[in-house]
């Protein structure tokens, strides 16, 4: 199952970033600047570099997307980008900080996403990380969506995006189908992500041995849609 092809890839690089900025915001008010390596797992188009960066931290992104690499890379020159599943932590030296934002462990692109591999995962997060260690992240809960099928309508300067969006309660599922409508005609893709109780995250995080606080934002202006939940963890 394939995500972010490069039509979508393009139109949120372009104008679905602010969450992305506002985690980046939030994670150097925690460790504030320094040295040491970001890496930010679910990339994209690796915004959270262009913020950790000037404070003084190297960076390193991850995204399974081709497209969503090949846009990082391009963008900036300067920077590490590897395509693999966020599941998979890259061995790097000296990282302060592991970021996961925008549903990054929900997306069922990895059989591991979910509580299907959440604990480990955490646990090899916290292994990665020193003492005081950073983990940022979010997640998609049960609330996130309605089981009945809604729709919402986008408009960008040069496409319209549909996006239907329904939950399975029963198998706790979202399934998103995203429709982009443009000069070139349509577009489809369909997302699935495996849903994680909130409070379930919170019990797998501190299982982990992280110190874990539930966030309600990023940033104060920008609040979480229902069912979406952030996380701040530290390792003690």
């Known amino acids: ?6 039509r979508l890839a393009q139109i949120h690089a372009q104008d679905y970033t602010q ?3 506002a985690a980046a915001e939030r994670l150097l008010a925690e460790i504030g600047p320094g040295a040491g390596v970001v890496l930010d797992l679910g990339c994209g188009a690796a915004d ?3 913020v950790v960066m000037p404070a003084g931290y190297d960076y390193v992104g991850v995204d399974l ?3 969503m690499v090949a846009l990082a890379r391009s963008r900036r ?7 693999a599943s966020a599941f998979d932590l890259p061995e790097i030296a000296d990282t302060r900080a592991i970021v ?4 990054v462990v929900n997306y069922a692109a990895d059989p591991r996403a979910g509580l299907a591999g959440i604990h480990a995962w955490l646990r090899a997060c916290h292994k990665a990380l020193p003492a005081g260690g950073v983990l940022l992240l979010d997640v998609a809960g049960p609330l996130r969506a309605d089981p009945e099928p809604a729709t919402r309508v986008n408009h960008g300067e040069d496409y319209r995006l549909e996006v239907t969006t329904v939950t399975d309660p029963s198998r706790r599922t979202l399934t998103r189908t995203i429709r982009i409508f443009d000069d070139a005609g349509e577009q489809t893709e369909t997302h699935v992500l495996e849903l994680i109780d909130p409070m379930e995250m919170l019990a797998a995080l501190r299982s982990a041995g992280f110190d874990a606080i539930a966030l309600p934002a990023y940033r104060d202006d920008l609040p979480f849609p229902r069912g979406w939940s952030g996380f701040l963890a530290r390792v003690p």
Do not use: N
């Open 65 to 67: 997307s081709p497209s």
């Open 1 to 6: 199952m394939t995500y972010y092809e490069v």
């Open 77 to 83: 020159p300067d920077i590490r980008v590897i395509q």
């Open 19 to 21: 969450y992305a900025i």
């Open 100 to 103: 996961a934002v925008g549903e």
């Open 48 to 50: 959270l570099a262009d």
